[in-house]
């Protein structure tokens, strides 16, 4: 034999030794790569594809060029929704029914349940790269950390939130602000860095390291923006000052017309009264308008700065040629904030320069009012101001650009969806834990017909705020109060309480709830300690 025809004989041998391996590679890279976007305490309205003056070209453009699903919903708050978007249940079958203080029962322990799953550990089993940088707060034992849930290289804030500037106690209650780099606790006291941009920056450099690779990646960007203590950049916040000078109650009227024209919301959905406790801005004195107006400057700028940094990380996907093939999800957390950190005793108080690293403040239940345009009440509460998200999703030539989806989405469809793409089944067991069923299914049908009829009915309960809705019928009730009924067809906005009208309906709606709550574990919140 000569020494041609030996070289190719040993070339074909070791393609037939490599062979599966390259296909599992090709076929690997063949997935989508995956990323997801949660902001945090971030309004229905505060994007501009969304009804928002502020400025988000970035997210602007991915809703132009994608989808925005207009009747899409959270789990009304910070652990919750996280809960339910990692692993496609509803948070109290994750074992985040609040927060992450265990409150003694499997629904209420406050860290992942050991019969949950997240997506980063099924898409790891599909060889994704998994990647999580931002706003963890699904649970502070180890078995609930995001180095042992899945993910690959990780940087995550642990617990409630933290300053943008430094990572010193926001509160005097012995709480502190734990962050961790793939598991190992570390501080950021460095003040040269804001957070946006350190949770950005760990995201591109994780991308960066896997660019040669051929595997696909799954990236959950978490940002904190943004959740109080309400502190931007100067740069960022001289952009907005003395533009909200007009107020609270001019921008919810323009909110609400730009919202109309953009088809997000139907005219017949009258905008809801301005919050009861919120004064009528014409009624403040010029001091005090100045002193709202900066607060709703620095709230905007965290915003403007968020997408800027999503920005840099699409740069980045594109930079490493993958953007071609990567999906793109965002999704807000909850409704905008009425937290009134000024008012609580166990929040430290800083009163310094505003906006900066030395005062902690929070933009308040007026402005965030107008943040939830045209709904009404807030992050907490399961009326729609509390539980109303925007839902941007992009991924060239899969979903058709600049369509508006009126379906019914929440946020346990997301797991499913990206299951779904990656061609991953979610299965039965998992380290050998029976795993509970998925509460959501996959979104992927609205890609390419947004109008796909996704039949489904929503249960939400939160610290007492309680909620149903099946197909255009919502019943709600905040803590110790009576049922609310509501045709979200003619009236999302709800306005007008059909309660004592169709009083079968709301015994109908209740049967449904009280069977979905004894399920997944709701306790009378004034029974838990």
Not at 279 to 304: F, V
């Amino acid at each position: 034999m000569n020494k041609k025809a030996s070289f190719w004989i040993g070339i074909a041998g070791a393609l037939a030794v490599f062979a599966p391996a390259l296909a599992l590679a090709q076929k690997a890279s063949e997935k989508p790569n995956i990323v997801l976007i949660l902001a945090d305490d971030m309004g229905f309205s505060d994007l501009g594809s969304f009804g928002s003056e502020i400025h988000t070209p970035h997210l602007d453009r991915l809703a132009q060029e994608g989808l925005r699903i207009t009747q899409f919903y959270n789990s009304g708050r910070c652990c919750p929704s996280r809960a339910a978007l990692l692993t496609g249940l509803y948070p109290h079958e994750a074992g985040v029914g609040d927060m992450v203080q265990d409150k003694g029962t499997p629904a209420y322990q406050g860290y992942l349940s050991k019969n949950s799953v997240t997506i980063a550990q099924l898409l790891k089993t599909a060889g994704y790269n998994t990647i999580a940088s931002g706003k963890w707060h699904v649970g502070l034992v180890p078995s609930a950390w995001a180095v042992n849930r899945g993910f690959d290289q990780s940087f995550t804030l642990q617990n409630n939130g933290s300053g943008y500037f430094n990572s010193e106690a926001l509160y005097n209650d012995g709480r502190k602000v734990t962050f961790q780099l793939n598991g190992r606790e570390i501080q950021r006291y460095d003040t040269s860095r804001y957070l946006t941009q350190a949770i950005t920056d760990f995201a591109v450099q994780s991308i960066d390291r896997i660019k040669g690779q051929p595997n696909p990646f799954f990236l959950y960007l978490a940002y904190n923006a943004p959740h109080w203590p309400i502190q931007a950049l100067p740069e960022d916040i001289a952009r907005y000052k003395g533009k909200y000078l007009q107020g609270w109650d001019a921008l919810r009227e323009a909110r609400y017309r730009k919202l109309v024209s953009l088809g997000i919301i139907q005219k017949e959905w009258k905008l809801s009264p301005r919050y009861e406790k919120a004064p009528e801005w014409n009624a403040l004195p010029e001091a005090e308008k100045d002193k709202w107006d900066a607060r709703m400057a620095i709230y905007a700028a965290m915003i403007d700065r968020m997408d800027q940094c999503i920005g840099q990380v699409l740069d980045k996907v594109k930079a490493i040629g993958r953007d071609r093939n990567t999906l793109v999800i965002f999704v807000s957390d909850n409704g905008g904030s009425g937290d009134t950190v000024r008012e609580w005793d166990y929040v430290t108080q800083k009163t310094g320069e505003p906006g900066s690293a030395h005062s902690i403040d929070s933009y308040d239940p007026p402005w965030g009012n107008a943040s939830n345009t045209p709904f009404k009440l807030f992050k907490k509460n399961t009326h729609e101001g509390g539980i109303a998200s925007p839902f941007i999703a992009w991924f060239p030539g899969k979903i058709r650009a600049n369509t508006l989806s009126t379906q019914v989405g929440h946020i346990t469809d997301i797991m499913p969806t990206m299951l779904d793409l990656a061609g991953v089944r979610y299965p039965e067991t998992f380290a050998n834990e029976k795993l509970t069923p998925l509460a959501g299914s996959s979104l992927s049908p609205l890609f390419q017909n947004p109008q796909a009829t996704q039949s489904k009915t929503l249960f939400w309960e939160h610290e007492g705020s309680r909620a149903v809705r099946k197909s255009d019928w919502k019943l709600v009730a905040e803590i110790g109060q009576p049922w609310e009924l509501y045709d979200l067809k003619t009236d999302r906005s709800e306005n007008h309480n059909l309660a004592n009208r169709y009083p079968a309906k709301v015994k109908e709606l209740e049967k449904e709830y009280l069977e979905w709550a004894a399920k997944v574990g709701v306790v009378d919140w004034n029974t838990i300690k």
